[in-house]
């Protein structure tokens, strides 16, 4: 398996450009309120693409004076922590693609543990048919390489969810936002959470606030040690 998607470094520029495409028929819609807009400052400023300590502090303060409560700042940071995760997604298909070209039998049919895994965690939901589209092939590369971490994806993602501290569609935006700051630029999961975001009724004005946010992350400054 080759990934012919990306033949040129993906720019800020195309990142906007690409977004502006995806809203093309959006309608306008509402602005985001002030606890959507704090939170999802606070989402890029701590994303390990950026890992602003002054930032993360301020917009911590930022978000608890705008009303947003501590269930709420707390779980933004595990929605953001997942962003790691890409490593995987990038990661996990090449893997299976080089060790497949050595004819070692990665890519034989799934035996019934893994069937039962897959048909448990995704099952016929169409929202993995969208993430399949923008990421081909990672989860059953994943599945494949190691069943462990195919469940620990699933069960660490879906934290935030079930909490429900934060809105879904605040969620969408925020993991929109991290996935569009300068120092990530990772299109498969812009796109997808853009059109999760549209899917919530959220609209073109309050998704271009969400990226003008994202744009306007520091450069990853560094993180002291302790003293």
């Known amino acids: 398996m ?7 470094p993906v720019t800020l520029a195309g990142v906007r450009a690409e977004a502006e495409a995806l809203l093309a028929d959006a309608a306008p819609g509402e602005d985001l309120d002030g606890v ?15 890992l602003d300590p002054d930032g993360i502090d301020r917009e911590i303060r930022s978000a608890l004076d705008a ?4 269930a709420q700042v707390h779980e933004t940071l595990v929605v953001v922590s997942g962003l790691g995760v890409h490593s995987l997604m990038e990661g996990s298909r090449r893997v299976l693609a080089a060790v497949a070209e050595r004819g070692d039998g990665s890519t034989e049919p799934l ?3 893994r069937i039962t895994l897959r048909d448990r965690m995704q099952g016929d939901d169409r929202y ?14 994943l599945l494949r390489l190691s069943p462990q971490a195919y469940q620990a994806f699933f ?3 879906a934290v935030p969810w079930r909490t429900g501290a934060v809105r879904a569609r605040v969620k969408e935006l925020m993991s929109m936002a991290t996935d569009a700051t300068p120092t990530h630029r990772y299109l498969p999961g812009m796109r997808l959470h853009l059109a999760n ?5 959220v609209g073109r004005t309050a998704i271009l606030h969400a ?17």
């Open 197 to 201: 975001s549209v899917k919530l009724g």
């Open 2 to 8: 080759t990934d012919s998607r990306r033949s040129a």
């Open 111 to 113: 035996d019934e543990e």
């Open 155 to 157: 069960d660490y993602c």
């Open 67 to 70: 009303g947003a409560t501590a």
């Open 211 to 227: 990226l003008d946010i994202a744009a306007a992350a520091p450069l990853h400054p560094g993180v002291p040690a302790a003293e």
């Open 36 to 50: 959507a807009a704090a939170l999802i400052k606070l989402a890029v400023h701590a994303s390990v693409s950026a």
């Open 128 to 141: 993995w048919e969208a993430f399949e589209k923008e990421v081909p092939g990672f989860l059953d590369a």
